[in-house]
């Protein structure tokens, strides 16, 4: 006799998008579309991206099937537990971030969070992670990495808190990932330029996937004689100083 439990959970899975506007199944795997045809309850970080996604990847799906709650800087935390409810009661859920993996540099990692208290079962999918393609392609230390997030606006922070990271990847050998709004990239670029030793080697990625990308690793001192244009350009920043 098989044994089936009392209280079945629905499953929350982790759905990967795109980094850009590029053709979805060039870039996800299948599975990916067999789990959006199946579910119809999505946590997502924006509405309209969310819905764009589902539609180019699953065209025949009813948009009016769709059940959407949003986790973003606006969200009140205290009505996140709630969105899984459909999950308790044997209903799969998908999570879904604006670009890239949920959960990664994503306020989604909150949702998953709650799911593991709840016992939902939690799935993650296959797909583009700009973080772990940037390292992959960089020619850095693959075995000894940290991501860092974003770095501080403030002009004095933010010095100190990169040569802390070169000082860091010297001392471990360890790679040092951090991001920064697209609209700020030629700054950091320049600060980036000024700040480090000439030795340190920096990657540079951006438009990952996309057509225009871009992704080169150079010492410093030879950053100093290329001029890139970066402004609004999803970029990820690696550094490594030997």
Known sequence: MEFKPLDPKG????????????V???????????????????IVENEKPARRFIKKVSPSKSQRSIILNTV??????????????PCLNGESIGLLSDAGCPGIADPGAEVVRIAHEKGIPVTPLVGPSSILLAMMSSGMNGQNFTFNGYLPIDKNERKSTIKRLEKTSLEKNQSQIFIETPYRNDK???DLKSILNTNTRLCIACDITLTTEFIVT???????KAEIDLHKRPTIYIIQRD
């Open 218 to 224: 150079k010492t410093i001192e030879e950053w100093k």
């Open 24 to 42: 979805p199944l060039e870039v996800l795997p299948i599975s990916i579309k067999k789990v959006l045809e199946q579910v119809n309850h999505y």
């Open 72 to 85: 973003n800087k606006y969200t009140d935390p205290s009505e996140i537990p709630d969105y899984l409810t």
């Open 11 to 22: 499953k929350l899975y982790l759905i990967p998008t795109r980094l850009g506007d590029d």
């Open 188 to 190: 950091m670029f320049e």
